[in-house]
């Protein structure tokens, strides 16, 4: 599994972004994708993922703010990310995640994209 993550930049605190990342290789075994996140200073945590049948869970702190989904191609998946009303406190390198299941479990990570919020 290959992970391809874009969409990072810099926005103003109460502005949008939208993280896409796209899945390649062996991509019919992926089972859950999401994103993850780490501060300066802090450890990874979970901001949200996405199940092969849909469905998500989010980490308290952007419940209602951001949204997650997923298109499932033969031989690409597609997680997008779309965040909205921005915090200051969303900024973070944000890495794409996936869970491959074939007979065992796997997990990949993308490559990182910075999201920067501006206060």
């Known amino acids: 599994v290959q992970l391809q993550a874009s969409g990072g930049g810099l926005v103003q605190a109460g502005g949008s972004l939208r993280l896409s990342c796209a899945a390649s290789?062996?991509?019919?075994?992926?089972?859950?994708m999401g994103w993850y996140r780490q501060a300066p200073g802090k450890q990874r945590e979970l901001v949200a993922l996405?199940?092969?049948?849909?469905?998500?869970?989010?980490t308290d702190s952007v419940k209602g703010r951001f949204t997650i989904s997923r298109d499932n191609a033969k031989n690409m998946v597609t997680v997008h990310l779309q965040m909205n009303n921005l915090k200051y406190e969303d900024t973070a390198v944000y890495y794409c995640?996936?869970?491959?299941?074939?007979?065992?479990?796997?997990?990949?990570w993308g490559q990182g994209t910075l999201v920067t919020v501006s206060s």
């Open positions: 290789r062996n991509v019919h075994t992926i089972y859950t």
């Open positions: 995640y996936a869970e491959r299941r074939a007979g065992w479990i796997r997990d990949y």
């Open positions: 996405i199940s092969k049948i849909g469905s998500t869970n989010y």
